[in-house]
């Protein structure tokens, strides 16, 4: 990570490190929008990786999501700040453990 204006506490110089995927294009696909294959746009750019279009994508919505396609009736009172997911109260006590997180922020 880097910032160049410095406005993060953990700025430095981003340096660009060999990646694993390159070196095996046969692991990765990138997908593309069918016109640039078919205009063979994206032939022009040698690329070595499998190279798929996508399809379909603009009329994927919440309902399509296999585990997490429900849609609740959502209500929070303004006044108490209860929020209600299709007339259940959602609740959350306060965590005890918080697994994979900073233990001290230095900066």
Do not use: H, W
């Amino acid at each position: 990570m880097g910032d160049p204006n410095a406005s993060i506490p953990t700025i430095q110089p981003i340096i660009g490190r060999p990646m694993f995927a390159p070196l095996v294009p046969d692991t990765s696909v990138l997908f593309v929008s069918a016109s640039s294959i078919e205009s063979g746009a994206i032939a022009s750019y040698g690329l070595r990786s499998r190279v798929e279009a996508v399809r379909n994508c603009r009329n994927i919505g919440k309902k399509d999501m296999r585990y997490n396609d429900s849609m609740p009736r959502m209500r929070v009172d303004p006044e108490q700040y209860v929020v209600e997911a299709d007339g259940v109260v959602c609740e959350a006590e306060p965590a005890e453990r918080l697994p994979l997180t900073q233990q001290f922020y230095v900066y």
